[in-house]
């Protein structure tokens, strides 16, 4: 059975920082295709930063509004992976949601492609 557990979320002060992590059990991160998703209250759900895998190195994509500001990662020893948040805005306000997807295709933004979701974390940027 696959459990996705986000943690490190809270609330900071614009332009402050957070790391946020996401402990998978019976599911590997290093295996398989892992996204951070958000959700601002009234939005869709948004891909936020997508690490590919299965290529010689390891590649990353973000969505504009992050760029710059955000870094996905993992460590594959321990089965996490983490969200580090620079220079955070009030419009990073959000839930916060690890995914994991076995197969590859289609746009890694698209939230009905995962079959595997964490129970999400609060992340409230105040300015």
């Known amino acids: 059975q696959v459990h996705l557990v986000e943690s490190g979320g809270g609330s900071v002060q614009s332009g402050g920082s957070l790391t946020l992590s996401c402990a998978a059990s019976g599911y590997s991160v290093g295996s398989n295709f892992v996204t951070w998703f958000r959700q601002a209250p009234g939005k869709e759900r948004e891909g936020v930063a997508h690490?590919?895998?299965?290529?010689?190195?390891?590649?990353?994509d973000y969505v504009v509004s992050v760029k710059g500001r955000f870094t996905i990662s993992r460590d594959n020893a321990k089965n996490k992976l983490y969200l580090q948040m620079h220079n955070l805005k009030p419009a990073d306000t959000a839930m916060y949601y690890c995914?994991?997807?076995?197969?590859?295709?289609?746009?890694?933004?698209?939230?009905?492609?995962?079959?595997?979701w964490g129970q999400g974390i609060n992340v409230t940027v105040s300015s």
């Open positions: 995914a994991g997807r076995s197969t590859s295709g289609g746009t890694w933004r698209e939230p009905a492609r995962y079959g595997y």
């Open positions: 690490i590919y895998t299965r290529l010689s190195r390891p590649a990353t």
